[in-house]
């Protein structure tokens, strides 16, 4: 629901900062990640000299590079940047990462370590929009009105494919003014829609059909905690379903943004962040949809940016619950519909 869940009560969830990662490339396209200061870890826990450690000359340059880029001016990192046609907004420090990120991609663009991990092949944006009243009265229970799922490719970087359902509440059927003004939902798509557990269902056989936690490994991300451990909590119990097992975890991008832009909590609101990556909000806020491409273009961005998206928060008894960083990557379960409860 974008900004509008702001107002919704949240337990509270201890933010911890993330490392800064860096995405390198191999010859077969995909992407690999490891974490900046692993290569001193490599030396200390290893006496390996095989081609994957970090003594090849390869690394060295790289040290080099980042020394040099380290002593440029803001003017200097802009010129260099736009030489390379890459995006020249942001303070000194984003400079410097995104201008290391790409001479790192292209140092290791024919290398890659064997044992460098592999990242999640796709990343499922999810952004559910909600029935509310103007106000969001605590007591109000919120159930799933629209459920989309945005497919983004952290390969390619692009939307490779979007998944989208409206669905017919049971407890408050009847949408508020307020409700239909923001969301653009209207009565009569609610009305003519399916209950929540065939919804569900559905969602889950068009991600079995895109091979995701079979063939591809992936993660869901969200436009903060409240769509998962809100929002699919409330309605799962609603629905007299449990908690699907393949939504217990996800990547928080509000998070995840805050940590590596070292920007406070409040600049991390959907509108913000796409103001401060220098994009306009393309479509209509408030449609989840809508919401969903735009979360996966900054997603997207910041991979680009060489920020690597780990998941970052799970549900665990009810309970929102921070992961560390240095929790080892692991793509989501194949998804499978949730039982009765």
Not at 64 to 86: P, Q, V
Not at 233 to 244: F, T
């Amino acid at each position: 629901m974008g900004d509008q869940k702001e107002n919704v009560p949240q337990p509270p969830a201890p933010e911890r900062e993330e490392k800064t990662a860096v995405r390198t490339s191999n010859p077969t396209g995909k992407h690999h990640c490891r974490f900046d200061g692993q290569e001193d870890n490599k030396k200390k826990s290893t006496t390996s000299s095989s081609s994957s450690d970090f003594s090849d000359p390869v690394y060295k340059e790289i040290s080099l590079t980042n020394g040099f880029i380290n002593r440029m001016s803001r003017d200097e990192l802009r010129a260099t940047l736009a030489e390379f046609k890459l995006d020249t907004r942001g303070v000194k420090d984003v400079l410097k990462k995104r201008l290391k990120n790409y001479y790192k991609k292209e140092k290791l663009m024919h290398k890659q370590p064997a044992d460098a991990e592999d990242y999640y092949d796709y990343i499922c944006v999810i952004d559910f929009e909600a029935t509310c009243e103007e106000g969001n009265q605590s007591e109000f229970t919120h159930e799933i009105i629209e459920f989309p799922i945005v497919l983004l490719n952290t390969r390619t970087l692009e939307i490779e494919d979007t998944f989208q359902r409206y669905v017919k509440p049971e407890i408050n059927p009847q949408l508020s003014d307020f409700c239909i003004n923001l969301t653009g939902i209207s009565q009569d798509l609610v009305d003519k829609a399916d209950e929540f557990p065939v919804v569900l269902q559905q969602a889950v056989d068009w991600m079995k059909q895109k091979e995701l936690g079979s063939t591809y490994s992936y993660s869901i991300l969200t436009d903060g905690s409240w769509d998962m451990s809100k929002f699919l909590n409330i309605q799962c119990r609603v629905s007299r379903l449990r908690y699907p097992s393949f939504a217990k975890k996800w990547i928080n991008i509000r998070k995840a943004y805050g940590n590596y832009y070292k920007v406070p909590r409040n600049q991390t609101k959907l509108s913000v962040m796409l103001e401060k990556l220098g994009m306009d909000y393309d479509g209509r806020p408030h449609s989840g949809l809508d919401d969903s491409k735009n979360i996966a273009r900054i997603a997207a961005r910041m991979l680009r940016d060489g920020c690597e998206l780990r998941v970052n928060e799970r549900l665990h008894g009810g309970l929102l619950l921070t992961i560390s960083s240095s929790t080892p990557l692991e793509g989501a379960p194949a998804p499978q519909m949730s039982k009765p409860r």
